[in-house]
């Protein structure tokens, strides 16, 4: 089969991080198609917000498509329509079916933000950082029906900073992957990329994260918590109970002091702080429940001596 030297690609995303991804195929490829998530309702006044994905490919001038379920037969239809030669998905947030996959004559490549098979699954940045990973990367992948586990056509590294935060990690790995894909896409098509199979024992996995996941677990070391705090910004973020409601965590550190006990609160540096597994958490920045993000000494002003009167924080909701 002679590999077309204009190829038509349906491009499937919808968060920011598919962003880039999609200037990077409108600039040198032909995008035919974009498939994302529906709108859906955000913030106090629960608006009808549009993905990330869509808003650019409005501006770029391409054709949406907003399947509920991308396996239903409508959205099969539409796909045929778009006669692709190639499908690209970026954190699309649908598992795609065998239908879906052998489609495209030259099939589905994913742009997955982690080094494959390490970090499988919807979340592979979070768990880098909090894992304490000092370095991921990209993965240009040729899709099969399982998670993440296709043959993998390319790799990029990228190193973890000890301040990285998943949003400016996520950053990096989204304008790296786009990048990648370009170069490897012509490659793959002249058949000068052979696809690589996973080696399946040195899999990891990465699971969806739940907001109730954030709660900080002061048995853990501060070290660890630390890095959760980081890995979690800015979903689904972290946070503590104080006196029956949610403190979140929004920028804390880990301090090398004897701790007085897991949940014990202590004041360290004029800053609020927790006793852990090991060692200090200290917290820089926090947010009160109903109430703004505000530094640790502000908060400490507000608490008063409460801070540090109402023994150990509780291990789950009061």
Partial sequence: MTPPSRPRVVFMGSPQFAVPTLEALARHFNVVGVVTQPDKPAGRGNVLTPPPVKRKAQELGLPVFQPARLSRPEAI???RAWQPDLIVVAAYGQILKPQVLQLPPYGCLNVHASLLPRWRGAAPVAYAIWHGDKE?????????????????????????HPDDTAATLGERLAHLGATLLVETIPLYLAGEIRPQPQDESKATYAPRLKREDGLLDFTRPAEELARQVRAFDPWPGTFTWWKGKRLKVLKARAVDLDSPGPGVPLVVEGHPAVGTGRGVLLLEWVRPEGRK?????????????DWTATGPLPEKAP
């Fill in 77 to 79: 239809e539409q796909l």
């Fill in 136 to 160: 991921t990367g990209v993965t240009i992948m040729l899709m099969d029906e399982g998670l993440d586990t296709g043959p993998i056509l390319s790799q990029r590294k990228e190193p973890i």
């Fill in 293 to 305: 993000a505000m530094e640790g000494p502000a908060f400490l002003r507000g608490a008063g001596r």
